[in-house]
């Protein structure tokens, strides 16, 4: 018994013995050891090793480990993608979705900017202030017709949008997905008619709309 279960074992490691490990890299760096990972692609742990790269690796957004039977690995990282400008007084970097600092690979590339005060921020690290998670939340659920020129503080409890010539007042703790979407139900309302306002204050049950 013991012998064919070792004969087994030895049959499956050998149809099924990683030969060849592809990283599809495009212009990501990722250094990945061969040596210490298994070699039996059947049974290769693929999330536990996509968790590991991305613990290494915070600046990638997802690693797709894909298996292509018999002998081959395929490993894709996925970069993060700029969202956002953050402006800290003089300091201004790239945020992604989820608030994390990356690279200004292209500062040509026009992108919204949240402006408040705070401390330097690194490449790397991922913002968690609430502000700017708010921000990111309201510019994501924002339909791409209305570009967002700028965030920034109001006062304790409310910011500003800026969209073209367009100043929103919305509340901190508001729900951005339900704001974004009456903002965008009233602007499209006024470009039919011809006329945008100047002011939208959304922090009441009734938006207060404002005409210069």
Request: charged letters at 25%; a negative charge; aromatic letters at 6%.
């Amino acid at each position: 018994m013991l012998i064919g279960s070792l004969a087994v074992v030895y049959i499956v490691n050998s149809i099924f013995d990683i030969r060849t490990i592809e990283v599809i890299s495009g212009n990501v760096l990722l250094s990945i050891n061969e040596k210490e990972l298994p070699r039996n692609l059947l049974f290769f742990p693929s999330e536990k090793l996509r968790i590991q790269l991305l613990q290494e690796n915070p600046l990638l957004h997802d690693i797709q480990i894909r298996k292509k039977f018999p002998h081959t690995l395929t490993i894709e990282p996925i970069q993060r993608m700029g969202a956002v400008r953050l402006v800290r007084g003089e300091q201004t970097v790239v945020l992604d979705w989820q608030g994390v600092v990356i690279p200004d690979t292209d500062e040509a590339v026009a992108l919204p900017k949240i402006i408040q005060s705070g401390e330097p921020a690194h490449i790397g690290q991922k913002i968690t202030d609430y502000i700017v998670r708010q921000s990111l939340l309201f510019i994501q659920h924002l339909d791409a017709r209305w570009s967002v020129d700028f965030v920034e503080m109001r006062d304790e409890e409310s910011f500003i949008v800026r969209i073209g010539k367009i100043d929103s007042v919305i509340s901190q703790d508001a729900d951005m997905k339900v704001i974004a979407a009456t903002l965008q139900t009233l602007l499209e309302g006024f470009r039919i008619k011809g006329t945008l306002p100047s002011v939208v204050d959304l922090r009441f049950d009734k938006p207060i709309v404002t005409f210069n």
